[in-house]
């Protein structure tokens, strides 16, 4: 059984930053592409970034490319979502995600954690 969790969130004014971390139970995450999704009061889930098994390859949408940065360390079975220069819009519930498939196809993570609150004030 695969069990995320996210740590990390919080409140913080906008231009500040936040690192957010997951750590999975599984025996290694090395197997697993991982990503980070997020969901604002009144709207979808949404796809955030996500990272290739060997941490090279990255994607990002297009609202957070250039603010955020994923990264990974497996032999600690973690992966960090670093957010700088945060804007209100970034408020949401941030979800930490697996999936056995490509890391690119965001509809193939089956594997949530619980999540972490960020709150963006302006």
């Known amino acids: 059984q695969v069990q995320l969790v996210e740590s990390g969130g919080g409140l913080v004014q906008a231009g500040d930053s936040l690192r957010l971390s997951c750590t999975a139970s599984m025996r290694t995450i090395n197997n697993y592409a991982m990503a980070w999704f997020r969901q604002a009061p009144g709207k979808e889930r949404e796809f955030v970034a996500a990272?290739?098994?060997?941490?090279?390859?990255?994607v990002f949408a297009d609202s957070v490319k250039g603010r955020f940065t994923i990264s990974r360390d497996n032999a600690k079975n973690t992966i960090y979502l670093q957010m700088d220069t945060l804007k209100p819009e970034d408020t949401a519930v941030y979800y930490c995600a697996a999936s056995d498939n490509h890391y690119g196809t965001v509809t193939s993570y089956h594997y949530w954690g619980q999540g972490t609150q960020v709150t963006v004030s302006s």
């Open positions: 990272i290739s098994r060997s941490g090279i390859s990255t």
